[in-house]
């Protein structure tokens, strides 16, 4: 991965969590910033094609006790 360097304004609070973060856990600050800017860039992604998001019919509405209860017993299964 090539690096660019840049030069960004952020607060003056933030940076210094940044700092005490980065001392505590033995990682660069920089580690930090390149992180949370590849995770805004991910935030900024748009997909052009429609999502292939199966849809279910179970023959009529379902209830939040139908809900509760499935989740309930496979969370039983579980364990």
Known sequence: ???KKTTVM???EDLALIKEA?????????EYFREAFHLAALRTRRWGDDWDIPSMDF?????AEEIDRAVSDGVADTE
Do not use: C, Q, W
């Open 22 to 30: 980065a001392a505590r856990e033995g990682r660069s600050e920089s």
């Open 10 to 12: 952020v607060d003056e």
């Open 1 to 3: 991965m090539a690096l």
């Open 59 to 63: 023959g009529g509405p379902v209830s």
